[in-house]
């Protein structure tokens, strides 16, 4: 009887110790900080609408030389093997002011067995000026398992934070989540180009 008494006892005060626990919730935060830079306020909204916008310092350029280095970038972007349909759509030189759309491949995962991949289409719209240049990233769409049955998804019902993330917003949600995570790192790369072309 002593020794159930005090099995008993140990079992309690293992299920009470703490210790044992941090092994879940280090597995929450480390997926946490993975995903920190695609949660709350990581997709910005202007109007109910997703518009990701940048503005990017290019010293010591005039407006003509922001407008040439982004107009050459956008024309080889649309050139790229990934695109389809992209085109220039706006080009005034006089403005100094650039549109394109674009309609590309994102890659969720790709083997010798599976190809997850969603066609993206969206919209750059690039303002010149003197040391400087505006871009914004809108129109944002998705057309998903084409080869089946396409799923068509806007930005706003998709990879929003109310859309991808659960409801304390600390977590992607699975598929939407993906999409999120893979926009936002195409739009980093985007900004990250421009911001080191006009450098």
Request: hydrophobic letters at 40%; a positive charge; one cysteine or more.
């Amino acid at each position: 009887m002593i020794g159930l008494m005090a099995l008993s006892s140990l079992n309690l005060w293992a299920q009470d110790n703490t210790w044992e626990r941090p092994e879940v919730e280090e597995t929450e935060v480390k997926e946490e900080l993975k995903d920190a830079k695609y949660l709350k306020g990581a997709v910005t909204e202007v109007n109910g609408k997703v518009v990701f916008n940048k503005y990017i310092n290019a010293p010591g350029k005039s407006a003509d030389e922001v407008y040439d280095i982004v107009k050459a970038y956008l024309v080889k972007m649309t050139g790229e093997k990934n695109q389809e349909m992209a085109r220039i759509v706006v080009d005034d030189k006089e403005k100094h002011e650039l549109g394109a759309t674009f309609n590309e491949w994102l890659v969720f995962k790709s083997n010798a067995i599976m190809l997850d991949q969603t066609r993206f289409l969206y919209a750059l719209k690039v303002r010149c000026s003197d040391g400087k240049a505006d871009i914004t990233m809108s129109n944002l769409r998705y057309i998903y398992d084409e080869a089946r049955k396409p799923l068509h998804y806007t930005a706003e019902e998709w990879i929003s934070d109310k859309e991808a993330l659960n409801k304390k917003g600390t977590r992607l949600l699975p598929l939407s989540g993906k999409f999120r995570r893979k926009t936002i790192d195409r739009k980093d790369f985007l900004f990250n180009k421009f911001e080191s072309l006009l450098k």
